[in-house]
Protein backbone atom coordinates (compact mmCIF):
# COMPACT_ATOMS: atom_id res chain seq x y z
CA UNK A 1 0.00 0.00 0.00
CA UNK A 2 2.92 1.98 0.60
CA UNK A 3 4.24 1.48 -2.87
CA UNK A 4 1.09 2.06 -4.23
CA UNK A 5 0.84 5.54 -3.22
CA UNK A 6 4.58 6.52 -3.16
CA UNK A 7 3.78 8.76 -6.20
CA UNK A 8 1.30 10.61 -4.42
CA UNK A 9 3.51 10.99 -1.29
CA UNK A 10 6.80 12.16 -3.52
CA UNK A 11 4.19 14.74 -5.34
CA UNK A 12 2.30 16.15 -2.40
CA UNK A 13 2.64 19.58 -3.18
CA UNK A 14 1.27 19.43 -6.42
CA UNK A 15 -2.00 18.67 -4.45
CA UNK A 16 -1.13 20.68 -0.94
CA UNK A 17 -0.59 24.03 -2.97
CA UNK A 18 -4.15 24.35 -3.98
CA UNK A 19 -5.13 24.04 -0.22
CA UNK A 20 -6.61 27.20 1.56
CA UNK A 21 -4.75 26.39 4.71
CA UNK A 22 -2.51 23.84 6.26
CA UNK A 23 -5.73 23.20 9.06
CA UNK A 24 -7.64 22.58 6.27
CA UNK A 25 -4.94 20.18 4.38
CA UNK A 26 -4.41 18.31 7.52
CA UNK A 27 -8.16 17.79 7.71
CA UNK A 28 -8.94 16.69 4.13
CA UNK A 29 -5.78 14.05 4.18
CA UNK A 30 -6.63 12.46 7.61
CA UNK A 31 -10.52 11.83 6.82
CA UNK A 32 -9.19 10.84 2.82
CA UNK A 33 -6.57 8.67 3.50
CA UNK A 34 -5.71 6.75 7.18
CA UNK A 35 -9.36 7.11 8.43
CA UNK A 36 -10.87 6.00 4.56
CA UNK A 37 -8.12 3.29 4.30
CA UNK A 38 -9.70 1.76 7.64
CA UNK A 39 -13.16 1.72 6.99
CA UNK A 40 -12.80 0.07 3.47
CA UNK A 41 -10.27 -2.26 4.77
CA UNK A 42 -12.87 -3.54 7.70
CA UNK A 43 -15.76 -3.05 5.54
CA UNK A 44 -13.81 -5.57 2.77
CA UNK A 45 -13.40 -7.76 5.42
CA UNK A 46 -16.66 -8.35 6.33
CA UNK A 47 -17.91 -8.94 3.47
CA UNK A 48 -15.16 -11.46 2.76
CA UNK A 49 -16.04 -12.98 5.71
CA UNK A 50 -19.91 -12.74 4.78
CA UNK A 51 -18.83 -14.33 1.74
CA UNK A 52 -18.16 -17.83 3.14
CA UNK A 53 -21.35 -17.57 5.11
CA UNK A 54 -23.77 -16.77 1.91
CA UNK A 55 -21.65 -18.69 -0.62
CA UNK A 56 -19.59 -21.23 1.46
CA UNK A 57 -16.19 -20.11 0.13
CA UNK A 58 -14.04 -17.50 0.48
CA UNK A 59 -14.35 -14.57 -2.19
CA UNK A 60 -11.87 -11.70 -2.37
CA UNK A 61 -12.57 -10.71 -5.90
CA UNK A 62 -15.61 -8.45 -5.70
CA UNK A 63 -16.55 -9.04 -8.90
CA UNK A 64 -16.98 -12.81 -8.04
CA UNK A 65 -19.29 -12.00 -5.18
CA UNK A 66 -21.20 -9.70 -7.62
CA UNK A 67 -20.91 -12.91 -10.08
CA UNK A 68 -22.23 -15.17 -7.50
CA UNK A 69 -25.59 -12.84 -6.37
CA UNK A 70 -26.84 -13.39 -10.03
CA UNK A 71 -28.51 -10.25 -10.71
CA UNK A 72 -28.77 -8.07 -13.74
CA UNK A 73 -29.73 -4.52 -11.62
CA UNK A 74 -26.79 -5.82 -9.06
CA UNK A 75 -24.04 -6.33 -11.96
CA UNK A 76 -24.79 -3.13 -13.45
CA UNK A 77 -24.61 -0.94 -10.38
CA UNK A 78 -21.59 -2.47 -9.68
CA UNK A 79 -20.21 -2.22 -13.07
CA UNK A 80 -20.75 1.41 -12.66
CA UNK A 81 -19.37 1.64 -9.05
CA UNK A 82 -15.91 -0.43 -10.40
CA UNK A 83 -15.44 2.22 -13.32
CA UNK A 84 -16.10 4.64 -10.80
CA UNK A 85 -13.38 3.52 -8.06
CA UNK A 86 -11.07 2.65 -10.53
CA UNK A 87 -11.09 6.08 -12.50
CA UNK A 88 -11.03 8.11 -9.54
CA UNK A 89 -8.15 6.16 -7.90
CA UNK A 90 -5.80 5.94 -10.62
CA UNK A 91 -6.00 9.90 -11.93
CA UNK A 92 -5.26 11.18 -8.14
CA UNK A 93 -2.29 8.16 -7.60
CA UNK A 94 -1.29 7.23 -11.21
CA UNK A 95 -2.12 10.29 -13.64
CA UNK A 96 -1.81 13.22 -11.91
CA UNK A 97 1.69 12.50 -10.27
CA UNK A 98 3.23 11.30 -13.34
CA UNK A 99 1.94 14.27 -15.77
CA UNK A 100 3.29 16.46 -13.21
CA UNK A 101 6.91 14.67 -13.27
CA UNK A 102 7.19 14.60 -16.75
CA UNK A 103 5.78 18.26 -17.32
CA UNK A 104 8.40 19.50 -14.61
CA UNK A 105 10.88 17.99 -16.70
CA UNK A 106 10.58 20.92 -19.58
CA UNK A 107 7.71 23.23 -18.08
CA UNK A 108 8.67 25.66 -20.96
CA UNK A 109 7.76 23.03 -23.36
CA UNK A 110 5.41 20.88 -21.38
CA UNK A 111 1.74 21.81 -20.52
CA UNK A 112 0.05 20.00 -18.24
CA UNK A 113 -2.26 18.39 -21.37
CA UNK A 114 1.13 17.78 -23.40
CA UNK A 115 2.57 16.15 -20.36
CA UNK A 116 -1.10 14.15 -20.17
CA UNK A 117 -0.89 12.63 -23.44
CA UNK A 118 2.48 11.49 -22.97
CA UNK A 119 1.08 9.83 -19.51
CA UNK A 120 -1.11 8.39 -21.76
CA UNK A 121 0.87 7.13 -24.47
CA UNK A 122 3.08 5.47 -21.71
CA UNK A 123 -0.14 3.76 -20.54
CA UNK A 124 -1.34 2.54 -23.14
CA UNK A 125 2.25 0.91 -23.75
CA UNK A 126 1.93 -0.88 -20.53
CA UNK A 127 -1.01 -1.68 -21.11
CA UNK A 128 -0.09 -3.78 -24.08
CA UNK A 129 3.04 -5.71 -22.09
CA UNK A 130 -0.51 -6.81 -19.41
CA UNK A 131 -1.11 -10.26 -21.15
CA UNK A 132 2.18 -10.96 -22.21
CA UNK A 133 4.47 -10.15 -18.82
CA UNK A 134 3.04 -8.33 -16.24
CA UNK A 135 -0.19 -10.75 -15.56
CA UNK A 136 2.37 -13.91 -15.72
CA UNK A 137 4.90 -12.19 -13.42
CA UNK A 138 2.41 -10.56 -10.97
CA UNK A 139 0.85 -7.32 -10.32
CA UNK A 140 2.41 -7.14 -7.04
CA UNK A 141 6.17 -7.44 -7.43
CA UNK A 142 5.71 -4.97 -10.59
CA UNK A 143 3.96 -2.47 -8.68
CA UNK A 144 6.87 -2.87 -5.58
CA UNK A 145 9.19 -2.70 -7.73
CA UNK A 146 8.57 0.80 -9.05
CA UNK A 147 7.21 1.75 -5.58
CA UNK A 148 11.05 0.70 -4.21
CA UNK A 149 12.75 3.10 -7.21
CA UNK A 150 10.53 5.69 -5.62
CA UNK A 151 11.39 4.62 -1.78
CA UNK A 152 14.81 6.24 -1.55
CA UNK A 153 13.77 9.90 -3.22
CA UNK A 154 10.88 10.16 -0.24
CA UNK A 155 13.68 9.72 2.31
CA UNK A 156 15.67 12.47 0.42
CA UNK A 157 13.61 14.93 0.41
CA UNK A 158 12.71 14.50 3.87
CA UNK A 159 16.03 14.84 4.99
CA UNK A 160 16.89 16.98 2.86
CA UNK A 161 13.74 19.63 3.79
CA UNK A 162 13.47 18.76 7.34
CA UNK A 163 17.03 17.79 8.44
CA UNK A 164 19.30 20.18 5.79
CA UNK A 165 17.68 23.12 5.37
CA UNK A 166 15.19 23.31 8.31
CA UNK A 167 12.21 24.17 6.17
CA UNK A 168 13.58 27.12 5.11
CA UNK A 169 13.95 27.33 1.29
CA UNK A 170 15.55 30.70 -0.45
CA UNK A 171 12.67 31.20 -3.12
CA UNK A 172 14.34 33.51 -5.37
CA UNK A 173 17.57 30.65 -5.93
CA UNK A 174 14.69 28.37 -6.43
CA UNK A 175 13.18 29.46 -9.55
CA UNK A 176 17.02 30.68 -10.80
CA UNK A 177 18.16 28.23 -12.95
CA UNK A 178 21.91 29.91 -13.46
CA UNK A 179 24.60 29.28 -11.41
CA UNK A 180 24.13 32.21 -9.11
CA UNK A 181 21.47 29.88 -7.59
CA UNK A 182 22.31 28.22 -4.16
CA UNK A 183 20.46 24.97 -5.43
CA UNK A 184 22.53 24.80 -8.62
CA UNK A 185 25.30 22.59 -7.20
CA UNK A 186 27.43 20.68 -9.71
CA UNK A 187 26.43 21.71 -13.08
CA UNK A 188 22.91 21.60 -11.87
CA UNK A 189 23.29 18.36 -10.18
CA UNK A 190 23.13 17.43 -6.81
CA UNK A 191 25.40 14.12 -6.71
CA UNK A 192 25.12 13.52 -3.46
CA UNK A 193 21.26 12.84 -3.96
CA UNK A 194 21.98 10.78 -6.97
CA UNK A 195 24.23 8.41 -5.30
CA UNK A 196 22.12 8.26 -2.54
CA UNK A 197 18.93 7.33 -4.85
CA UNK A 198 20.88 4.81 -6.86
CA UNK A 199 22.33 2.89 -3.63
CA UNK A 200 18.82 3.18 -2.05
CA UNK A 201 16.65 2.35 -5.02
CA UNK A 202 19.22 -0.88 -5.59
CA UNK A 203 18.64 -2.47 -2.48
CA UNK A 204 14.67 -2.05 -2.81
CA UNK A 205 14.40 -3.48 -5.67
CA UNK A 206 16.70 -6.35 -4.49
CA UNK A 207 14.16 -7.30 -1.87
CA UNK A 208 11.27 -7.66 -4.51
CA UNK A 209 13.75 -10.03 -7.02
CA UNK A 210 16.39 -11.73 -4.75
CA UNK A 211 15.38 -14.90 -2.98
CA UNK A 212 18.00 -14.41 -0.24
CA UNK A 213 16.38 -11.25 0.51
CA UNK A 214 12.32 -11.74 0.36
CA UNK A 215 12.19 -12.01 4.17
CA UNK A 216 12.59 -8.30 3.56
CA UNK A 217 9.81 -7.87 0.70
CA UNK A 218 7.01 -5.83 2.95
CA UNK A 219 9.78 -3.55 4.32
CA UNK A 220 11.45 -3.12 0.87
CA UNK A 221 9.61 0.19 0.67
CA UNK A 222 10.36 1.36 4.06
CA UNK A 223 14.12 0.48 4.02
CA UNK A 224 15.03 2.03 0.89
CA UNK A 225 13.13 5.19 1.82
CA UNK A 226 15.60 5.23 5.50
CA UNK A 227 18.41 3.87 3.20
CA UNK A 228 18.57 7.22 0.82
CA UNK A 229 17.80 9.32 3.42
CA UNK A 230 20.62 8.16 5.63
CA UNK A 231 22.94 8.15 3.11
CA UNK A 232 22.37 11.53 1.33
CA UNK A 233 22.38 13.03 5.36
CA UNK A 234 26.06 11.09 5.53
CA UNK A 235 27.77 12.33 2.31
CA UNK A 236 26.05 16.40 2.43
CA UNK A 237 27.70 16.50 5.90
CA UNK A 238 30.94 14.97 4.93
CA UNK A 239 30.64 17.53 2.10
CA UNK A 240 29.87 20.51 4.36
CA UNK A 241 32.58 19.25 6.96
CA UNK A 242 35.57 18.96 3.92
CA UNK A 243 34.29 22.58 2.43
CA UNK A 244 34.64 24.20 6.16
CA UNK A 245 38.32 22.45 6.15
CA UNK A 246 39.20 23.69 3.27
CA UNK A 247 38.01 27.12 3.90
Known amino acids: ??????????????????AKNKKSMVVGNLVG???????????ALLITAGSVVVFGEKLTNPMDIVEKA????????????FFTATVGINLVANFIPAVNGISNLAPKKLSFKKSGMITSAFALIIGGFWVSFISQVGISPIVNTLGATLAPL???????????????????????????????YKNGWNTNTMVAFVIGALF??????????????????IIGALLGGFIYLSLSKYQTNRNLAFN
Open 70 to 81: DSTILSLVAAIT
Open 204 to 221: SICTVWVDSLSSLNGYGW
Open 1 to 18: MIAYFAAVMINFSDFSRY
Open 154 to 184: YGILIVDYFFLKKQDLDMNSLYNETQESIYF
Open 33 to 43: LPLNMIFFSAL
